[in-house]
């Protein structure tokens, strides 16, 4: 088994932040009601004048200053030592590029930004998480992110949008799991879906407690 791992969104828990980011822009007039979730968040906010732009900056914010205050979805934690107890490779390919599309003077660098957030949960530390840091890939495009995977011969891929399994170069050999909290994509992914990472982490590892 080698296991590939997707960054936003999967290892990260970026819906609190976002809604906390979203409210704080006075875009609406009951921030109170609006929907939880990325999902129903990014339609909501499209819909507004201006909507693309609105959440592209937005998105520009949430993955570039503010991802420090992102912490670890639950139970990744338990699935990375359960894996490292199994001897089970595991490789991060993340679809980003090194600067956001409304970040035009290229003040922050997604990709350093996001290996510094991997640093600071302790990844790479060999009493932590113990993930070799060439086992860390980052790709402009979601098709070389299916390349990826494909020559890393992963067995399995971890993601959150169903999106990435649909590509044509994603590789029939890897079996998509996907990570669905909130079971906004489940009816859309070709795979098995879970609602957290503990779940997948038995489905994998049926001894794991």
Same mark, same amino acid.
């Given at each position: ?8 969104? &999967?290892? &990260? ?11 704080? $822009? ?11 979730? /990325?999902?129903?968040? %990014? ?10 732009? /609105?959440? *592209? ?15 670890? @979805? ?6 990375? =030592?359960?894996a490292?107890? =199994? @001897? ?11 600067y956001? %599309? $409304?970040?035009?003077? $290229? %003040? =922050?660098?997604? @990709? ?8 600071? $949960? ?10 070799p ?5 980052? &790709?402009?495009?979601?098709?070389? /992110?299916?390349? @990826?995977?494909? *020559? ?39 795979g ?18």
């Amino acid at each position: 088994m080698r296991i590939g791992i997707d960054f936003d969104n &999967t290892l &990260t828990d970026m819906d609190p932040l976002l809604a906390t980011l979203v409210r704080a $822009q006075g875009w609406f007039a009951h921030p109170e009601t609006l929907p939880e979730g /990325k999902t129903a968040l %990014r339609q909501t906010i499209r819909a507004l004048d201006d909507g693309e732009v /609105k959440w *592209q900056r937005l998105q520009a914010t949430l993955y570039g200053p503010e991802l420090y205050r992102a912490p670890l @979805r639950t139970g990744a934690e338990h699935f990375f =030592h359960t894996a490292r107890q =199994h @001897r089970i490779p595991l490789f991060i390919v993340s679809h980003k590029t090194r600067y956001a %599309r $409304q970040d035009e003077a $290229q %003040r =922050h660098d997604l @990709r350093a930004l996001a290996t510094d957030w991997l640093a600071r $949960q302790g990844f790479f530390d060999p009493h932590g998480f113990n993930l070799p840091e060439d086992h860390l890939f980052f &790709t402009d495009t979601r098709a070389e /992110k299916a390349r @990826r995977i494909d *020559q890393l011969n992963c067995t399995h891929f971890i993601d959150d949008l169903p999106e990435l399994f649909a590509e044509p170069d994603f590789p029939a050999t890897t079996t998509p799991l996907l990570l669905d909290p909130t079971g906004t994509h489940r009816a859309d992914s070709p795979g098995a879906t879970f609602p957290d990472w503990y779940a997948l982490t038995r489905s994998l590892f049926p001894d794991a407690p």
